[in-house]
């Protein structure tokens, strides 16, 4: 193991486009989905390859709650974009206008510790059928979240049901594009390997979604125990959706939680970089997810991340 850096305890680490045309051909507008009866890091190594731009869907566009539809948000990325390497896809949902904006859709990448989000819910979702958590439960939640650990998010992942229970929390909560790592090590390490799970932005955003507002998967109790961990994330740990730090989005309150792991584990290069969040406040109330992959460093990643941030918050006000 190596010294500890950027706040974290373990060394677990967890193509743009060249034009507005191409920026506009790798996003989809989606509305609103359908009323309910309810009220309204750090790892993970590539095991499926990108899609290629053929294979993404072709962009739709819709309108919801009567607002004209506005162009997508990620519009205003292009010339950022174009100079970004490594493959970058994201997903924002507004809810003032009931929309959400996806860039490079249907592209998967490993979660690296955001998963640690998946697993936080499963645990919320035990305990309100009939599982309580457990004292030791309820210690587990802050430094999994806090401060990323991950012996406190294997630990918890065996008490809440393994994989099997993560997985079928994330089928309830509407994240049909996750499937989540079996493995109990990255290949080649004694790294534990829940963060090979695979996901999309869009799906990362409905997760974040499922904390965020009302909704019939989990109550409003354990909803605000768990944007309140999310956002009370380390300092060292407080960049991406939150546009580099808690000061960053000047005037908002941030619930967010990131990944970070580099594919190459002996070399710590080709990065994977990945945070998910909520912004409220000042006018704005959306859920950003953007995941990174193929980075040069940490750090590029994180600078990607933080770019995005602090301009779709700048688009998405009042």
Known sequence: MTAKRRGMRKP??????????????????IGPPPPTNGDSSKTGLSTTAPPTSSSRPTPSHSHSHGHTTKI????????????RQGQITAAVYDNRTGKTWVFHPGVRQETASIVKVEIMGTAFWNAEHGQPLSATQQALLTPMIEQSDNTAATDLLADVGGPPKVQHFDQLAGLTDTKVSTK????GSTLPGWGLTLTTALDEVKLVRAFAYSNPLLTPANRQRGLTLMEHVESAQAWGVSGGSYG?????TVALKNGWLPHN??????????????????GRDYVLAVLTTHSASEQYGIDTIDEIARSIYRQLGP
């Not at 677990?12 to 507008?29: E, H, P």
């Not at 109990?184 to 290949?187: L, R, T």
């Not at 960053?248 to 908002?252: D, E, I, P, R």
């Open 12 to 29: 677990f680490y967890l193509a743009a486009v060249s034009a507005l045309a191409s920026v506009l051909a790798g996003c989809t507008i």
């Open 72 to 83: 997508s948000p990620f519009v205003g990325l292009a010339n950022y974009l174009s100079g």
């Open 184 to 187: 109990q090590y990255i290949p």
């Open 248 to 252: 960053a989005l000047s005037g908002a």
């Open 265 to 282: 584990l002996t070399a710590y290069t080709d990065w994977q970089v990945n945070s998910i969040g909520w912004v409220h406040g000042n």
